[in-house]
DNA sequence: ACGGATCATTGAAAAAGTCAACGATTGTTT
DNA sequence: AAACAATCGTTGACTTTTTCAATGATCCGT
């Protein structure tokens, strides 16, 4: 039960040129990062995708789940399966669209908004360890990186 | 067939919070790459993955399966499938360890080279695109962070 | 009011991921 | 050297995820 033990190595591989092949480190970086987010949220029954409907619903921005499912990069089939199991759990509500009676939007419960500041301090920490070898700077300069290549 | 207009569209919701998640920003930058990068492939017989065991068979360092497995953040029978797929292709050979004998490398034909310089150029002015938004010296720092993130 | 488009939803089909077992080989222990 | 556990690639079964077409309700332009 104690502090995980994380694993630094260096692989062989890694000289390779495919090390700087943006889409390989993005892969690598999102597959192993995915696994231990997971793992943090397992404890409040939430996963990456459900966690980050339900803070889309909790941030106040009445997100449609087309939205979502644009936004998130998911089929909106699979947006459906997620706000199902939310709203069976009570966390989120799903509320008719005002402009359009089409459209629902998805708004957190107060049990939801509970849950949801617990789970994101824990993936903070998750987070954090995650880019450990990253200072401060560098932290908010991959995000800033980030934001920038998604959306100019 | 002229060339694919991108559309940069800046969604209601990137302004949330859930915008400065690493996480999700990750796994967003990474889907949208993905599916360029694997149409962009298609051309060529190859997807993300086989492309990238591709170029690591093409690198010199003699990849065993196993560590293409590690590296790739796969589950060893997938890597028989890819490495099945290429070999069939005549792309790849699998070749015997050398000091391990239960161990097998992968190593690239001539026409495996070929075709991968081929598919390396076209993925280079696809990732180009993707990251069009970002400069020459931005781009090189994503890569220099991303690989800084995940190996120190 | 009509026709085409979009929204959420369902269900089915395809693809991908996970996992345990196996033979062959390795390294370690006795 | 003999026995043992561990590792490598492979196979096959199983689960999960993704993809896609179809549907009723609603919106929008004409």
Redesign the pocket.
């Known amino acids: 039960m104690g502090p995980q033990s994380i694993e630094v190595e260096t692989p062989r591989l890694a000289a390779a040129k495919i090390g700087s092949d943006v889409g390989l480190l993005l892969a690598k970086l999102h597959a192993t990062g995915s ?1 231990l987010n997971n793992k943090a949220l397992a404890d409040y029954g939430l ?1 990456e ?1 459900s966690f980050s409907v339900l803070t889309l619903a909790c941030s106040g921005l009445e997100p ?6 644009d936004f998130l990069s ?8 997620l ?2 199991d939310l709203e069976h759990r009570g966390l989120v509500k ?1 509320a008719q ?1 005002k ?8 708004v957190s419960t107060a049990e939801g908004r509970r849950i949801h500041n617990k789970a994101r301090a824990a993936l903070e920490v998750c987070e954090q360890t995650q880019l450990a070898a990253l200072s401060e700077d560098e932290n908010a300069q991959l995000r800033a990186l980030l934001k920038k290549a998604l959306w100019g």
């Not at 449609?64 to 499912?69: D, G, H, K, N, S």
């Not at 998911?74 to 399966?81: G, K, R, T, Y």
């Open positions: 696994l996963r995708r449609t789940q087309r939205e979502l499912a998911l089929d909106p089939s699979q947006v459906v399966s706000v199902d799903r669209g402009q359009d009676r089409r459209a629902k939007i998805i």
